[in-house]
């Protein structure tokens, strides 16, 4: 018997089985697919406030992100790092007095301790302003963090396992109905078997398919509604020089980012766009490519086409329907609705969201399910990190340098992506390894046999895909032959 049964392997679903298992519940989490597979691994890779939620009057939501997004840099130092962006001042769009409004609050509504403050930018003569059109003069700098959003989802699965709760990928709930007071759970496996199981409450954490869980798996009905926005991104060459980031206002009020990534790439996005489709068929349009390349063209001196994309990827949002027009206005607030009550088994299904949010979300979600556990513990994830981020003094850089002192024989740039990927599970992954050759097989890039190992024996991972799209980014920076021989090999290794 399980006390909670988590559906869903994204950021929320994770989040909660997580919480739930810190407190002393013994939990299953069930993900149809991979963990992250849906729209957890398709996000901007933001930890923001949300600046723009400040003209929707989402004060509540923006100061709980701005506070998550220093809990989570002190919990995840290696997944999670500061990122520097660059606002250039469109007055057809937005007045400088309300920009510098919004950036005041944004500094102050959470109470900010790590990240630097905003300050304003003269485009003709600081180094930012180099990539920029000479028909803007001015910009303002204000501070975000960046987050591998997927891996995120995969140590908070792994921090649940280490606290006992079972994690079962590829595996769908077929069925769910309440009998005795308890739910009964039929679960399909990957081979078609099934597996019955029982708990005394289910959360249904699918994002897009949370009305599917609800309507179909348990037979039940809500008047609560998600509606989804398909959110896109393109992936090009990085054209200027620098860490920073750009945000640029485009002429319909959205705003678009452009941030360096993975090293020489940038990824552009991303779009909103009501989507009616099935949520796994989900896929960028031209349109899509040519909306982003022009907001691009407005400010930059570079100038992109849709030839000039490498790669693109589209998501799925599955945001509380609050009946807004604009999809852009869509709140990003998260709703709970918990279908229970005496002697009936508990369904709490979770509503929207974002991914900056997801553990204050998991906390709000343990707290909701408490008239059913009185005995459950007190909230505990704020100051807990999460495999590999307890780094000491929250220092990635010294972290790295012990790093690349210890293994001096690894490539400066797989030093950095362990230490990246893996914090101090760095170590694990690396025990007993004295030299490049006790890495194994080189599928090219930074790929090596021995993380592909690491990575099925202790990340659920069973495909390419898991490994180079999903607890990676290695699908970037490898050649068509390297990604088929990877593939291979995995075929072979699992």
């Known amino acids: 018997m399980f006390d909670l049964l988590v559906i869903g392997g994204g950021v929320n679903g994770a989040g909660i089985a997580r919480d739930a298992a810190g407190r002393g519940l013994k939990v299953l989490l069930a993900e149809k697919d991979d963990l992250a597979q849906g729209t957890s691994s398709r996000s901007g890779k933001l930890i923001h406030g949300g600046l723009r939620y400040l003209e929707y009057y989402e004060f509540r939501l923006v100061r709980e992100a701005l ?5 989570l840099l002190r919990a995840a130092p290696h997944i999670v790092w500061p990122m520097r962006f660059v606002l250039p001042h469109s ?11 919004g950036l005041f609050l944004y500094d102050h509504l959470g109470g900010r301790q790590m990240l630097p403050g905003t300050r304003r930018l003269d485009l003709r003569r600081d180094p930012e302003g180099a990539a ?18 997927a891996r995120l989802v995969v140590l908070n699965a792994l921090d649940a396992q280490a606290r006992g709760a079972e994690i079962l990928t590829r595996t769908e ?5 309440r009998e005795d007071g308890v739910w009964r759970v039929v679960l399909r496996n990957p081979d078609g078997s099934t597996r019955e199981v029982r708990a ?3 959360a249904n954490a699918a994002g897009p398919w949370v009305e ?3 309507n179909g798996v348990t037979g039940g009905n809500s008047a609560r509604k998600v509606r989804l926005v398909k959110g896109s991104h393109i992936i090009t060459r990085k054209w200027w020089q620098g860490p920073q980031a750009y945000l640029l206002q485009n002429d319909d009020k959205r705003v678009i980012f452009v941030n360096p990534y993975e ?21 960028i349009d031209q349109r899509e490519r040519e909306y982003l390349c022009r907001v691009v063209n407005r400010y930059m001196r570079h100038q992109l086409s849709p030839a000039g994309i490498l790669h693109e990827y589209s998501g799925v949002r599955p945001l509380y329907d609050d009946n807004s027009a604009n999809p852009s206005a869509v709140t990003r607030d998260y709703v709970f609705d918990v279908d229970g009550g005496p002697g009936r088994a508990p369904l709490l299904s979770v509503f929207g969201g974002k991914i900056t949010t997801y553990r204050k979300l998991a906390e709000h979600a343990l707290q909701q399910l408490k008239p059913y556990f009185p005995a459950l513990q007190a909230d505990w994830t704020r100051s807990a990190p999460l495999p590999g981020g307890d780094i000491p003094g929250v220092d990635f850089a010294a972290f790295l340098s012990e790093l690349r002192r210890r293994f001096a024989f690894l490539p400066p740039d ?9 914090g101090t599970r760095a170590h694990l992954l690396l025990d007993g390894v004295s030299n490049i050759a006790a890495l194994g097989q080189h599928f090219g890039g930074r790929l090596y046999e021995r993380e592909a190992d690491f990575l099925i024996r202790t990340e659920w991972a069973r495909t390419a895909d898991d490994v180079t799209q999903r607890r990676s980014k290695h699908y970037l920076h490898l050649l068509p032959d390297e990604r088929a021989r990877f593939g291979a090999w995995m075929a072979r290794a699992t």
């Open 67 to 71: 506070i998550e997004r220093e809990v």
């Open 91 to 101: 007055p057809e769009q937005r007045p400088a007095w309300l920009i510098r409004l």
């Open 132 to 149: 920029i059109k000479d028909a803007y003069r001015t910009a303002f700098e204000y501070s975000d963090c960046w987050v591998e959003d």
């Open 173 to 177: 709930v077929a069925s769910a109905r």
């Open 200 to 202: 005394r409450a289910l």
């Open 212 to 214: 599917k869980v609800i």
């Open 263 to 283: 090293g020489d790439l940038t990824l552009i996005g991303t779009t909103d766009i009501p989507y009616d489709g099935a949520a796994e068929d989900v896929a």
């Open 414 to 422: 797989v030093a950095l992506h362990y230490a990246r990927q893996y």
